[in-house]
């Protein structure tokens, strides 16, 4: 009979902690990307003479973010792939069509990563997944937390705003996007840039 409430005891116990660790992070707070403030742009190659830089005009996220000990978890970016923006007509309607974005069957490419691994003071390696023409594959975001702190600007409420730099790139011909990959015309290499501020909920 000792045994079995010793055994129980530490059953109990086990679960406490479990519990414990599960609150804690729950309680690490929410931060929502500011839309106002928000920059999501890519570099492509143009038959080796200069890269095209392009913008997704619309997009949202968001993450959770515990200050104290520095550790990230549940990110996700969500980008509208109709909102693609190259400053070219012509070029953004072609990017629109199926041979690259199809934006019509997939209307959103997204960013998700459970957690991060901090490589330095303010340094951080994000693996994730990005879901792009229906297909997932891994990425790997390298972002700079560049300041957090009480807003400065008038009239905003006074929230408590993060700042943000992360760069990433990906083979688009890992997502089936092979238009002009094989000639040369359009680079296979996607490179990413991220500039954002997030307010914390």
Not at 149 to 154: D, G, L, Q, T, W
Request: proline residues 2%; glycine residues 8%; charged residues 25%.
């Amino acid at each position: 009979m000792t045994h079995l409430l010793r055994h129980g005891r530490a059953w109990m116990l086990a679960l406490a902690l479990f519990a414990g660790c599960a609150a804690v992070r729950a309680q690490a707070p929410r931060y929502v990307l500011d839309a106002e403030h928000l920059s999501i742009g890519f570099l492509v190659d143009h038959i080796g003479y200069a890269k095209v830089l392009g913008l997704f005009r619309e997009a949202r996220g968001s993450y959770r973010f515990d200050e104290a000990t520095g550790t990230l978890s549940e990110v996700r970016i969500e980008v509208d792939t109709d909102s693609v923006f190259t400053n070219h007509r012509a070029r953004d309607n072609h990017l629109r069509s199926a041979q690259f974005l199809n934006v019509k069957e997939y209307p959103r490419m997204v960013f998700t990563a459970e957690g991060a691994k901090r490589v330095g003071e303010r340094l951080y390696e994000i693996n994730g997944q990005l879901e792009l023409l229906g297909q997932r594959q891994p990425l790997t975001l390298r972002a700079t937390w560049n300041k957090s702190n009480v807003y400065e600007i008038p009239g905003q409420g006074r929230p408590y705003v993060m700042g943000v730099s992360a760069r990433g790139s990906f083979k688009r011909s890992a997502f089936g996007m092979n238009y002009a990959v094989a000639n040369g015309w359009v680079g296979d290499d996607v490179e990413l840039i991220i500039e954002f501020e997030a307010r914390r909920q």
